[in-house]
């Protein structure tokens, strides 16, 4: 374990703790103060890692991890819909950074050598916009936990509802800019696509989770509630196959 970045790490998941307590209790204005510290002490993290390996933290387990905490940290600090219950939503989005950096833990607080493709831009888009696509998930998995939180009716039309739907559609976005970055590292590197492997199944499962979202068909409430519940599960599988990406990876080094 590096212990010049365990205590960062620590401080930042201690403001984070305190940052969901002052949420609940709704002392708004301490909790964003807590939260845009916890951010930058997060960032400074990442751009520790950054120097230490002069590539982007976006490789490694521990590195992954925060990035993908930095960008919902951000979200959750400065993205503000102009209806919904915004309290709960910002409630559920730091719960969410509590999980990434309780499974960060398990990981070495350090930058791991890289291999030298991985100053490939291609290879960088590809694990950057799956990290972003991760974020954009859970940031939208807050919206539907606070929409699913709600006294029935439950309907489509609803501000949270809608403004979950619109950032999983940007993680959809993402994710699928992530693959075709990933084909043309394929291309590049051995002269083809993907073949049908682990990982491009894995792949495949994903979008189908983002396309049923998006597809179940109806209008009623239970449609509303089934639409939900399957955006609230998308990030989780995602993060579960990260993980074990990251865990298998640093076996191996």
Not at 61 to 82: D, E, H, N, Q, R
Not at 173 to 192: K, R, S, V
Not at 234 to 251: N, Q
Request: proline share 4%; charged share 10%.
């Amino acid at each position: 374990m590096n212990h010049s970045l365990f205590p960062e790490y620590t401080a930042a998941f201690s403001l984070y703790v305190a940052t969901l307590l002052t949420s609940l209790l709704r002392m708004t204005h301490l909790s964003r103060l807590l939260s845009v510290t916890a951010l930058v002490l997060t960032g400074s993290m990442l751009v520790g890692i950054t120097i230490s390996s002069g590539l982007p933290p976006i490789f490694d387990g521990f590195s992954g991890l925060m990035f993908a905490a930095f960008i919902l940290g951000a979200l959750g600090s400065f993205v503000y819909p102009k209806e919904g219950n915004w309290i709960a939503v910002r409630a559920c989005v730091w719960v969410e950074i509590l999980l990434l950096f309780g499974i960060a833990l398990f990981f070495p607080k350090a930058a791991l050598p890289h291999s030298f493709q991985y100053a490939n831009l291609w290879v960088i888009l590809f694990h950057g916009a799956r990290g972003l696509a991760l974020s954009f998930a859970m940031f939208a998995a807050a919206h539907f936990i606070s929409f699913r939180m709600k006294p029935e009716p439950r309907r489509g039309s609803d501000p949270l509802f809608g403004q979950g739907r619109n950032f999983l559609l940007l993680a959809a976005l993402l994710f699928l800019c992530g693959e075709y970055a990933g084909i043309i590292w394929c291309q590049n590197g051995w002269g083809d696509i993907w073949h049908w492997s682990s990982v491009f199944f894995q792949s495949t499962l994903i979008i189908l989770c983002f396309m049923f979202a998006f597809h179940i068909p109806g209008k009623n409430a239970c449609s509303n509630d089934l639409r939900a519940v399957i955006a609230m599960m998308t990030p989780l599988f995602m993060l579960a196959v990260a993980v074990i990406k990251w865990r298998v990876f640093e076996t191996a080094q």
